[in-house]
């Protein structure tokens, strides 16, 4: 597939500003914006049960978080998980694991 044009982060966020991307299922990946495949009920009962063990044996040394944008430099991915050190980061400082589920 050819690619007509590189997003930035920074385009990315004005399109989604602007209502451009609404009612989309969207992530930007190396500048590419890609559609998210929908999450079955087998997925998310797995990544609840994980996101609860994980906040369990990491209380007080990173956060968990489920299903949500992490910015990087040309990025901003949507990971099922991510175990992260602090609430807002740029680049890939603070970032200790991300997980992403896919059917194969």
């Given amino acids: 597939m050819k690619v007509l044009a590189?997003?930035?982060?920074?385009?990315?966020h004005r399109m989604?500003?602007?209502g451009i991307l609404s009612d989309r299922s969207l992530e930007l990946l190396e500048g590419e914006i890609v559609t998210m495949s929908p999450e079955s009920?087998?997925?998310?009962?797995?990544?609840?049960?994980?996101?609860?063990?994980?906040?369990?044996k990491l209380t007080e040394k990173a956060k968990v978080r489920?299903?949500?944008?992490?910015?990087?430099?040309?990025?901003?991915?949507e990971p099922d998980l991510a175990i992260v050190k602090q609430k807002r980061y740029i680049a890939?400082?603070?970032?200790?694991?991300?997980?992403?589920?896919?059917?194969?």
């Fill in 66 to 77: 489920e299903a949500h944008p992490i910015t990087l430099l040309e990025s901003e991915p």
């Fill in 6 to 12: 590189k997003w930035t982060v920074e385009d990315y």
């Fill in 41 to 56: 009920p087998l997925d998310s009962d797995t990544t609840e049960t994980l996101a609860g063990y994980l906040r369990k």
């Fill in 92 to 104: 890939k400082r603070g970032i200790v694991l991300t997980l992403s589920k896919s059917k194969t």
């Fill in 16 to 18: 989604i500003d602007a």
